[in-house]
DNA sequence: CGCCGACTACCGGTAAACCGGTAGTCCCGT
DNA sequence: ACGGGACTACCGGTTTACCGGTAGTCGGCG
């Protein structure tokens, strides 16, 4: 019995060489390749996989944005992200998210077969990049407490866009919300972080890992 | 004859999965494999590839800085950046450079091994989204001679300032200078650099050490 | 159960950003 | 000498940021 997986990824050179990739593991079967996060959930109405594979940064359509998404769809199937960076805040929002399995690029090769194979049995994955960071988080104690004021998944996802150059009206259509909602967001961020203007989120954000400078 | 290529990426698990994209194809064989660009300058001095297939982004080595390296040891070496943005002064920089091909990763998968074959036989390669970009460039005046754009002093200071997070008002009374004048150099700042807010105007002052993030 | 925080959404207002011109001075390079 | 770029400054316009409210749902927590 093979592992069904739907891979999701904008870069369609990547997304062809990681299906070409897994199509090397004999218990693993690609059956679908989205290249948006809109084709992605489209495609879990039409079929039922084992496990969604997903790059978490779409044009579109944020990680976090396509993971609630999807466990609205099913909030059994197992996905298994796919990131660039190991930012802490942004890996607790994933999991926050419904998300099952966090592995970074920067792994080995074989990480990836056995991240799928460990998701789609019922555990937990995660990189040991990443581990190593939320440990250091949880070991500091006090500083994800207390020294960083706490944003939730949405508000995150707003300051990434802000951070982005998008305006509230371009954010708001990205992520299927009013332009006023994201208007609120935007000022609970900047009234928890003590920063107000886009300047100084964007520079928050850098530090954060949440964009590239 | 097949041609050889050395293949570099700091995500691992996108190296093997494009390693393993080019081994189906007959023609390509991949000989070598690096994660950063300091292997990847460590690499060229131990084999002889017909083509060096690099992503731009890796830590600690930026893809400029590679393709200049890269230049001095063999000037006659093909070198294929991969991308994933389009931005037009990075394609005309990393062109100044030496490259001689430039693919977004959103292109599709069979455009890596076209790519591959073009500038390992000495032509030259443009993703198509690229393309587009450049010859907007050039209709603007802009020419492929002076890729780095300039700025006065005067902007660099009104930038500075911008990135900082302060008002045009603010910024023309440290200046001593009219809110207007402060406009006028800050929508030439965004002309010269084709960025359009306060946001993306803060990450190139980081990036350009203008600024601490 | 009630409170609080997150997320959603709206109204109204002032300030600022952003874009299109025009225009003068100065200096530098062809 | 003439063009071009930098710096200075203004006019007018549309859009967006930013701040002050209010208000509903939902889930968690004491």
Redesign the interface.
């Given at each position: 019995m093979k592992i069904r997986v739907i891979l999701a990824d904008?870069?369609?050179?990547?997304?062809?060489?990681?299906s070409?990739?897994l199509?090397?593991t004999a218990d693993i079967e690609v059956i679908g390749e989205a290249?948006s996060g809109a084709e992605l959930l489209e495609m879990l109405t039409r079929m039922q996989p084992d496990i969604v594979v997903t790059d978490i940064a779409m044009p579109g359509m944020t990680g976090l944005e396509a993971a609630r998404r999807i466990a609205e769809i099913d909030p059994d199937l197992p996905v298994l992200a796919?990131s660039?960076h190991t930012d802490k805040h942004f890996v607790l929002g994933m999991f926050n998210a419904g998300v099952r399995g966090y592995?970074?690029?920067?792994?080995?090769?074989?990480?990836?077969p056995r991240a799928i194979r460990a998701v789609a049995a019922g555990d937990t994955y995660l990189s040991g990049e990443v581990a190593g960071a939320l440990a250091e988080g949880v070991r500091a104690g006090h500083t994800a407490e207390r020294a960083g004021p706490r944003l939730g998944p949405r508000e995150l996802q707003v300051l990434t866009l802000?951070?982005?150059?998008?305006?509230s009206k371009l954010i708001a259509m990205e992520l299927q919300i009013s332009p006023a909602t994201v208007e609120v967001h935007r000022r609970n961020i900047m009234r928890k972080l003590d920063?107000?203007?886009?300047?100084?989120?964007?520079?928050y954000a850098?530090?954060e890992g949440l964009?590239?400078?």
């Amino acid at each position: 019995m093979k592992i069904r997986v739907i891979l999701a990824d904008d870069h369609r050179i990547i997304l062809a060489a990681l299906s070409s990739l897994l199509a090397r593991t004999a218990d693993i079967e690609v059956i679908g390749e989205a290249t948006s996060g809109a084709e992605l959930l489209e495609m879990l109405t039409r079929m039922q996989p084992d496990i969604v594979v997903t790059d978490i940064a779409m044009p579109g359509m944020t990680g976090l944005e396509a993971a609630r998404r999807i466990a609205e769809i099913d909030p059994d199937l197992p996905v298994l992200a796919l990131s660039g960076h190991t930012d802490k805040h942004f890996v607790l929002g994933m999991f926050n998210a419904g998300v099952r399995g966090y592995l970074v690029k920067s792994a080995a090769g074989d990480e990836l077969p056995r991240a799928i194979r460990a998701v789609a049995a019922g555990d937990t994955y995660l990189s040991g990049e990443v581990a190593g960071a939320l440990a250091e988080g949880v070991r500091a104690g006090h500083t994800a407490e207390r020294a960083g004021p706490r944003l939730g998944p949405r508000e995150l996802q707003v300051l990434t866009l802000l951070a982005a150059g998008k305006s509230s009206k371009l954010i708001a259509m990205e992520l299927q919300i009013s332009p006023a909602t994201v208007e609120v967001h935007r000022r609970n961020i900047m009234r928890k972080l003590d920063l107000h203007s886009v300047a100084e989120l964007t520079k928050y954000a850098v530090r954060e890992g949440l964009t590239d400078p």
